[in-house]
């Protein structure tokens, strides 16, 4: 219980400093010209596109997690490298709750906090891989 409670105070201070960082830079920048629009995410390339949206739709986990690790191996500069990781993400969390063995889950577990990992390095603020590795 106690170590919940320390996780989830420890992703509302991040995401504290994290806005109060950012309030500034955005105000400043709001005084000197216009907002813009979030951009959308595209991917350009046919190939590119067949292969995240082939992985992403995958309903089985393990289908998922292969499809998605060739995807960002194969695309590492991809605009949607950090939706791909999220999704990679979610897979092993996915295969975790399903693992028969300790062995399993311990493998999956180790998976899913590299891939945590791996999304911070792409996004810093990323809360869901805060909050797994919080």
Request: charged share 20%; hydrophobic share 50%; aromatic share 4%.
């Amino acid at each position: 219980m106690k170590k919940i409670v320390l996780a989830m105070l420890l992703v509302a201070a991040i995401t504290a400093v994290a806005q109060t960082a950012a309030a500034p830079a955005q105000s400043a920048a709001s005084a000197a010209a216009p907002q813009k629009a979030p951009q959308k995410k595209e991917i350009k390339d046919p190939a590119e596109y067949n292969a995240y949206v082939g992985a992403a739709q995958q309903t089985d986990a393990a289908a998922k997690v292969s499809g998605l690790e060739a995807f960002v191996t194969q695309y590492p500069n991809s605009v949607m490298k950090e939706d791909a990781l999220e999704l990679l993400m979610g897979a092993y969390q996915q295969m975790l709750g399903q693992a028969k063995t300790p062995d399993e889950q311990r493998l999956d577990q180790t998976k899913m906090l590299d891939t945590a990992q791996k999304v911070l390095v792409v996004n810093p603020c990323n809360l869901r891989a805060l909050a797994l590795l919080a």
